[in-house]
Nanobody
């Protein structure tokens, strides 16, 4: 079992950049990881995913070209860098982990993930 703690959220202006971090209590190398987000009154949605090895990544169209997901399996952290932030990026951002044998698989469905952090709030003002 792994515990996830997100950090790095805050209030920023449109056009700014933000770097979100997810620290895991266990070995992240055992897990495929992802970021999701949920705005008030909306369903939780996929943002970005990364395979166990870190060699494969996948992004939602809404952040493609603006976001980079990366991981450090030595430090047991996963990072989401988002540039050119927009007001519609405002949401609570969640880190998620999925235990998998596949080193190359990435997953983008909420139901794919067993472990979730408590989230970090991102607010982008226009």
């Amino acid at each position: 079992q792994v515990q996830l703690v997100e950090s790095g959220g805050g209030l920023v202006q449109a056009g700014d950049s933000l770097r979100l971090s997810c620290a895991a209590s266990g070995r992240t190398s055992d897990y495929a990881m992802a970021w999701f987000r949920q705005a008030p009154g909306k369903e939780r949605e996929f943002v970005a995913a990364i395979s166990r090895s870190g060699s494969r990544t996948y992004y939602a169209d809404s952040v493609k070209g603006r976001a980079t997901i990366s991981r450090d399996n030595v430090k047991n952290t996963v990072t989401l860098q988002v540039n050119s932030l927009k007001p519609e990026d405002s949401a609570t951002h969640y880190c998620a982990a999925r235990s998998t044998y596949s080193s190359l698989g990435y997953y983008y469905q909420i139901s794919d993930y067993q472990y979730w952090g408590q989230g970090t709030q991102v607010t982008v003002s226009s």
